[in-house]
């Protein structure tokens, strides 16, 4: 008899609701793409591959960043966070033991992203 | 900490705006380059100097998005905001439950405008402080006695902004004139100190990255390793 464990099909079911929800949110108007990072996997979706090493390294920095910045002043885990340029802004945040960064141009509110995510 | 005037009055500046705004617990501001500039009394040096190192890295990674110009981190216990106004960079680390608005009032409204007053005032001490951190890196074998550094750097001192070249200039009369760094003071955070010569590093893939290269021969002397921060300014 099969037996399954609760929790971890929970966690596969959130993550493929993670990733549907995602697959919407890409097709939105100033979506740049995400990268969504688990500890075995990873998938990517990039309007230009051509950049894929540098937001990952991007967005790994980002979370390194936030860790060490929150640590330093006292700030406890982190919840989300967010780089902006003049152009592009990137959320990042932690979900289901995955980290997700969503990349989008700077006029696109990523609260209401953070909130349907969430 | 830096003890020049304009700092004095930045650092009163996060004072007063911390006794009106008590959400906030740490406030500090640092040039684009990296130097702090000042900061509020509870927030240590090292600290400040550990945030920025992480910042300074994530500004380098940035780059793939273009210019950095602020980031925001959520945590369970507060909110960080850190916003690039005119060539700097001002941190602030608030409770979890801040207003907005006020944050909004700091970075947009009250820290440009005192940052254009005291241009108005004195538009010479606007510039960056001379003394900056850099990590080492060695150079070895046939690389001569001269160290290398950024030539953004070099650009950045040429350009009027040791204050003791202002000085000099105020106390004889003198314009400040613009001649290159030929060379630099060295000081270790072990207090061991050194003048030598500089160039500008010619390894393009070192570039950019707050590196000071010292040849091996000079390091032993100096008592430091690859890696090691020191504290460099340009010898008048």
């Known amino acids: ?118 | 900490m830096n003890r020049d005037p304009y700092a004095i009055a930045l650092n009163s500046a996060l004072t007063e705006i911390k006794k009106a705004y008590p959400d906030i617990k740490n406030s500090f501001i640092f040039t684009k380059n990296g130097t702090i500039i000042t900061g509020d009394q509870e927030t240590d040096e090292k600290t400040m100097n550990n945030v920025l190192e992480s910042f300074e890295n994530l500004k380098e990674k940035a780059k793939a998005i273009g210019n950095l110009k602020g980031f925001h981190i959520t945590g369970k216990n507060g909110k960080l905001t850190l916003s690039k106004i005119k060539d700097m960079y001002l941190l602030l680390a608030t409770s979890k439950n801040v207003d907005k608005s006020h944050i909004y009032s700091i970075t947009h409204v009250i820290i440009p405008t005192i940052l254009k007053t005291l241009e108005s005032f004195a538009p010479t001490h606007l510039q960056s402080p001379s003394t900056k951190k850099l990590v080492v890196d060695t150079l070895r074998f046939f690389a001569g006695d001269s160290v290398q550094i950024d030539v953004e750097i070099l650009k950045d001192w040429t350009e009027n902004n040791d204050p003791r070249a202002r000085v000099k200039a105020a106390l004889t009369g003198e314009q400040n004139t613009q001649e290159s760094i030929n060379q630099v003071h060295i000081e270790t955070f072990g207090g061991n100190a050194a003048v030598c010569k500089v160039k500008e590093i010619n390894d393009q893939k070192l570039k950019g990255k707050n590196m000071i290269r010292i040849p091996e021969k000079l390091c032993k002397t100096l008592e430091i390793n690859k890696g090691d921060l020191v504290k460099v300014k340009p010898a008048l």
Do not use: C, W
Request: charged residues 30%.
């Open chain 1, 1 to 118: 008899m099969l037996v399954k464990n609760p929790e971890t099909d929970e966690t596969e079911n959130d993550i493929e609701e993670l990733q549907e929800k995602l697959q919407e949110i890409k097709d939105q108007e100033g979506i740049i793409g995400y990268i969504l990072r688990g500890s075995k996997s990873a998938s990517i979706d990039l309007k230009d591959p051509t950049k894929i090493i540098d937001y990952a390294v991007l967005s790994s920095t980002a979370f390194d960043a936030g860790q060490n910045m929150t640590e330093a002043l006292q700030m406890g885990e982190v919840d989300t966070i967010i780089v902006e340029s003049e152009e592009t802004k990137l959320l990042s945040m932690n979900i289901n033991n995955h980290r997700l960064s969503i990349f989008m141009e700077k006029n696109v509110d990523h609260n209401k992203l953070y909130k349907n995510l969430k």
